[in-house]
């Protein structure tokens, strides 16, 4: 059964153009640890090298919910 592959979008740090990019994350667990790689397949939005071998900086945080017309509560 293949693994799906959930992205998370995340900062990837392009070595082929030294940019940092918006791309998408999945988590790897190796050795019992888990980390952040990047999602294979992916092109530098700047440069359109592949990402593969791109490393990821860190996860965009995820968009919050908008509450509309509400008043935050002081
Ligand atoms: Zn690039």
Do not use: F, N, W
């Not at 888990?34 to 860190?58: F, T």
Request: proline content about 9%; aromatic content about 2%.
């Amino acid at each position: 059964m293949p693994a799906v592959l959930e992205g998370l979008k995340a900062k990837i740090h392009c070595p082929m153009c030294t940019r940092t990019v918006d791309g998408l994350a999945i988590p790897e667990v190796r050795l019992g640890r888990s980390r952040l790689r990047v999602m294979p397949g992916q092109k530098c939005l700047r440069c359109h090298a592949s990402l593969d071998a791109g490393y990821v900086l860190e996860l965009l945080p995820e968009p919050a919910p908008v509450s509309k017309g509400g008043r935050r509560a002081a």
